[in-house]
């Protein structure tokens, strides 16, 4: 059944709690005396201390002192009453949802193609922001909410995988950045976060922690999802607090159904053994981020919905979104940039390709929001919904233009500097979002999605890449509804807001460290005047160059790169600017940048003196090799090491945290002890079925197999099975040099004994996968060679070690120099 959950949701009722503080009204005290206008004054909100005597601007909250009993017998004493934190009394639950990589204009609640029943709704009886905005890209946009400061002061300036060495980008969240959910934690709240993390650096992520930046050391009790940038819906790699979890083996599983049961079940559970103590919830989807999965019955719904084009489409959401009111009745269609090509362009082939590109994106998306109504529904049956702020943010920056002109069967390719095309994935169109896909869509329909804007995700300084729909539900507190609200704001906004509606001061100090201000104010301002005045006045952007500065109604802007095009860029000081009055001109569709040169001069100023404040400078515009780590400057778990011994049962380790083996000769040796004669499984292997390599036994041979991208497979295997008995198993890559992912040969041995040869043509340049990493002794969830079962891999023999040996990277000067260069990464990976 696929229509919405929400279509009959019952009457909520109160918690039933006997408080001894009221604290309703404050906020709207606070709001009228301006006490939350300025940033950084919230911790003046409530005072230092609360009526029961609690000073909550220092958390922990201090146990009090108790006095010294001199009373012998504890039958003749007094107990002193029970020192414990609790919420503030009638402080609603919490519940922030967050899509990943859905524009502006891509659900029915703003104007677009996608039918989102749940949003609808909660905006049919809450609030529609249209002027509410990201950062352009996931890990910035993540810690940005999860914390109410900006990217760079999280040290978060791109994705943690891009950490560099430099202030406002080194990945590591400071301690006077107290997340949100610390804050809640220490004040009585239960907490937990579910589906897409990627906070944590990647040199972090193994069992040698520090945990420190895990969900669960950042202030949330529970965490069930992934900590890296996107996964595999159907096979994703879950982590249930910092313990990895295989998912169920089901047929018909998928990571956004499980996240969901998994959320439901840990609210009803803490609502049934502690039903006065509020929660906070943090609901992140893999969805809509590739890889585009979804079962086929959601993508069928759209059938033949797309054919008209991106071009055709653009027009329609256009036109729909002055129709309800979602843009303003002056506001302009930009035109298409040039580096977009028109539908018009496409051949009959790829047209019916990138059709069905777009129909299996709005499955997702729709399936994705049937799933957030699931968890409305379980609030509903609850009777908790009225008195929870439902904060649905519908995208952590806009569409996604990675997947490159023509789209991508597999999304890894694109991230490794490579640009599909139609011809490599028309044998794909039937199972386009299937489990043997890894799919990005196209760069036109992204466009599309972002109407009226231009750009996409990645591109900060314009619209396009950081404006992005946002609803808010709180029926016992938001009386209006159905209304729009278009004050300019920004996801640093949302935590100062979650704490002024659950009456809560900002802490000046959390775990002995004093804090850094949010960066924004609180939006609860908004919630009965749609008029009111802006108070998020000034707000920077920045993303690879992609810059810009908002300032009273008023935007500079500079777009440096441009996301698919992984080409040499200038020097950042030869950028042209533009200027927008936004105020007037809602969607940057006129440049006044010669017409008001000294307006520009100004806010170029502006924005200077901002970055140098928010640590945003200098500007790093690279983006692919930053995935090297010697190259970006950050912290390698191997640091310089040239050797590494694993041993069984070490699985899932991440690409980070193990040796890198890309670009450069390298050995895998195993001592082995084989039963029999027909040993099978994987004695150790890398990645999965959209690119990786494996080492394996199969009927007693011994194989290495190469996977390129999932696009050709290199397999050399031993003439005759290996005997029972303890062996020294050895493969040896000999890397050809030259340009990143160059080739090389492929020799394998048998106790010193050469059993195989072969030539492997090319190699992945920079990354392997984003989610599945190196398993010893099995191959977990998706398998690098269809020689073997998935997931029934297991190695029929012992292992007692491996050890695994690289030889420098083996690059010419020239090329090298090129990297550091910036130099053309597309052309790097492909030759």
């Known amino acids: 059944m696929l229509c919405s959950p929400v279509s009959n949701l019952k009457p909520t009722r109160k918690r039933n709690v006997k408080p001894k503080l009221i604290h309703f009204g404050l906020s709207l005290l606070a709001a009228a005396t301006g006490l939350m206008g300025a940033v950084g004054q919230q911790s003046t909100l409530f005072g230092a201390t609360d009526s029961s005597g609690l000073d909550r601007t220092v958390l922990p909250i201090k146990e009090p002192t108790y006095p010294e009993s001199t009373v012998l017998d504890a039958r003749d004493a007094k107990a002193p009453p029970r020192f414990e934190v609790k919420a503030p009394a009638k402080a609603p639950n919490v519940v922030i949802v967050l899509l990943d990589d859905v524009g502006f204009a891509s659900s029915s609640a703003f104007g677009g193609p996608i039918n989102m ?123 249930d607090g910092t313990v990895r979890v295989e998912a169920p083996h089901d047929p018909k599983y998928h990571f956004t159904i499980d996240m969901t049961n998994q959320a439901i079940n840990w609210i009803q559970a803490q609502h049934s053994l502690t039903p006065d103590k509020p929660f906070y919830v943090y609901f992140a989807t893999g969805a809509c981020h590739a890889p585009h999965h979804v079962p086929k019955e959601w993508a069928d719904k759209y059938k033949g919905k797309f054919n008209q084009g991106w071009d055709n489409l653009r027009e329609e959401i256009f036109a729909k979104q002055k129709q309800m009111g979602i843009i303003p009745q002056n506001a302009q269609l930009t035109p298409r940039p040039k580096e977009i090509p028109a539908w018009d362009t496409m051949n009959a082939d790829q047209k019916r390709l990138l059709a069905r590109q777009m129909e299996v994106f709005a499955g997702f998306a729709e399936q994705t929001d049937y799933e957030i109504g699931r968890l409305v529904q379980s609030l509903s049956d609850m009777g908790e919904l009225d008195n929870t702020l439902f904060i649905y943010i519908v995208g952590d920056n806009g569409s996604s233009a990675e997947g490159g002109p023509e789209g991508t069967y597999n999304e890894m390719m694109a991230l490794n500097g490579i640009v599909g095309n139609a011809s490599q994935m028309m044998n794909h169109i039937d199972d386009w979002g299937s489990p043997n896909t890894f799919p990005h869509y196209a760069i036109g329909w992204a466009h599309a999605l972002d109407t009226p804007f231009q750009w996409t995700k990645q591109v900060a300084s314009h619209w396009g890449g950081t404006r992005n729909g946002m609803v808010m539900h709180w029926p016992e507190r938001i009386k209006a509804k159905g209304e729009i609200r278009s004050q300019f704001s920004h996801v640093v906004d949302i935590a100062p807001t979650v704490l002024e509606a659950v009456g809560l001061p900002f802490p000046k100090v959390v775990d002995g460290t004093e804090q850094l201000p949010f960066d924004g104010p609180s939006m609860v301002y908004t919630f009965d005047d749609a008029k009111a005045k802006d108070r998020h006045t000034t707000q920077y952007f920045e993303m690879f160059g992609n810059r810009a500065i908002y300032h009273d109604g008023w ?35 006129n440049n006044l940048a010669a017409k008001n040169p000294d307006k520009l001069k100004e806010m170029q100023d502006l924005f200077m003196k901002t970055a140098e404040k928010y640590h945003v400078l200098p500007i790093d515009d690279r983006r692919s090799e930053r995935f090297d780590a010697v190259i970006a400057g950050r912290p390698d778990l191997m640091g310089n090491r040239t050797s590494l011994t694993v041993y069984p049962g070490m699985i899932g380790l991440m690409e980070n945290a193990f040796i890198n083996t890309k670009n450069r000769s390298f050995s895998l040796t195993a001592d082995v002890e084989l039963p029999d004669g027909n040993a099978n499984g994987v004695i150790i292997c890398q990645a999965g079925r959209f690119g990786g390599w494996t080492l394996y036994m199969k009927a007693g041979k011994l194989h290495h197999e190469y996977n390129f991208f999932g696009l050709e497979h290199t397999n050399i295997a031993s003439s005759t099975p290996v005997a029972a008995g303890k062996h020294t198993i050895k493969y040896d890559f000999v890397f050809d040099g030259g340009k990143p992912g160059a080739g090389g040969q492929s020799v394998l041995y048998v106790d010193g004994q050469k059993v195989a040869q072969g030539k492997i043509p090319k190699t992945q340049p920079y990354a392997y996968s984003a989610d599945e990493g190196v398993d010893v002794g099995m191959d977990n969830e998706t398998p690098v060679s269809s020689d073997y079962q998935e997931r029934d891999n297991k190695f029929s023999g012992a292992i007692k070690r491996i050890t695994v040996d690289v030889k420098p990277v083996n690059l010419s000067d020239r090329d090298q120099k090129e990297i550091e260069e910036k130099g053309d990464v597309k052309e790097i990976a492909e030759d």
């Open 117 to 239: 029943p749940t949003l609808d709704k909660l905006a049919a009886t809450g609030l529609r922001y249209n002027r509410f905005h990201t950062t352009a890209l996931c890990s910035p946009t993540r810690t940005a909410l999860l914390t109410g400061r900006n990217h760079h002061v999280n040290n978060a300036g791109a994705i943690m995988e891009l950490a560099t060495a430099f202030p406002g980008n080194t990945g590591i969240r400071p301690n006077s950045v107290a997340p949100l959910a610390e804050m809640l934690r220490q004040n009585g709240y239960s907490t937990a976060a579910f589906g897409k993390y990627h906070e944590t650096p990647p040199w972090e992520v193994s069992v040698s922690g520090p945990y420190d930046r895990w969900p669960t050391h950042s202030g949330f009790d529970k965490f069930y999802g992934f900590i890296g940038g996107e996964t595999n819906q159907w096979a994703p790699a879950i982590f």
């Open 555 to 589: 935007v500079a802007c500079t777009r440096h790169s441009i996301p698919w095009l992984m080409t040499k860029l200038p020097p950042l000081k030869n950028d042209v600017w533009e200027l927008y009055n936004v105020d007037q001109d809602f969607s940057e569709a």
